[in-house]
């Protein structure tokens, strides 16, 4: 498809992170029943509740462009997803494997930032408030979820390090390190 003028380039941006939004959807379903750690598995149902209510500010946008929603295949998701369903495979134990999906749902969360960031200047640029805003309310949340999902993190790698074997004191020199 070539990319001829702005709008163009912005539809085509716009349709990236529309696929991707649905690849999200159904990867949180799976990731759901992966995880074990009970707020892990509720900050990924909201993530998938937020998620639906994204994909429909994007048909809002779509709409008021005039346009149908259409999904570009976007490959940068598709790997991220792909790097985060190999690594958790791997993962020995439940605790190592929640540790591994709370920071694939961060990478998906940092990508989607980038890409709402670049959508809105898009929409502004073109003179388009109305659409900046319904991506503004999309990015928001998108910035809330990944400050949710490292705010947990060490808390899931502590759980890991109990789970093998670490004493409470070995967690905490660990996580001192890892902090300096």
């Known amino acids: 498809m070539a990319i001829t003028n702005s709008t163009e380039k912005f539809c085509y941006e716009l349709g990236d992170v529309y696929n991707a939004e649905h690849q999200i959807v159904n990867a949180l379903e799976k990731l759901i029943g992966q995880a074990s750690d009970p707020n892990l598995k509720n900050l990924l149902r909201e993530h998938l509740d937020q998620t639906r209510n994204q994909i429909d500010r994007l048909d809002q946008v779509w709409t008021k462009l005039g346009r149908q929603p259409q999904q570009v295949a976007c490959e940068g ?58 991506l503004q309310q999309n990015l928001q949340e998108e910035q809330w979820m990944a400050q949710q999902l490292e705010q947990s993190a060490p808390m899931l790698a502590q759980k890991a390090m109990t789970a093998e074997g670490m004493t409470p004191q070995d967690v905490q020199q660990t996580s001192h390190t890892i902090g300096s």
């Open 77 to 134: 998701m598709a790997g991220i997803l792909a790097e985060g369903n190999k690594t958790a495979a791997q993962a020995q134990s439940p605790a190592l494997r929640d540790g591994i999906i709370g920071g694939g749902a961060d990478k998906v969360e940092h990508y989607e930032i980038s890409s709402y960031t670049s959508l809105i200047m898009g929409a502004k640029l073109m003179g388009q408030g109305q659409i900046a805003d319904l």
